[in-house]
């Protein structure tokens, strides 16, 4: 489990990415599909925490022999 920065890093430049879709969608009046796509990011990022997150439960399951 050796994450560093670059989880925080990958989840950032989701972030704008995803920031700058949706202001130029909004612009050109697809406030619909814009909204898709927030929604599109927020699983991607979920996706990323919640595997994460099984690790660090599978970690501590390990640290005191939970099995």
Same mark, same amino acid.
């Given at each position: 489990m050796n994450y560093n920065l670059d989880i925080i890093f990958k989840i950032g430049i989701i972030g704008i990415v995803i920031t700058v879709i949706c202001q130029i969608l +909004? +612009?050109?009046?697809r406030d619909d599909i814009a909204t898709l796509v927030g929604i599109a990011g927020l699983v991607i990022v979920l996706t990323l925490v919640i595997g994460m997150v099984g690790d660090l439960f599978n970690e501590i399951k390990n640290i005191f022999n939970l099995y």
């Open positions: +909004k +612009k050109s009046d």
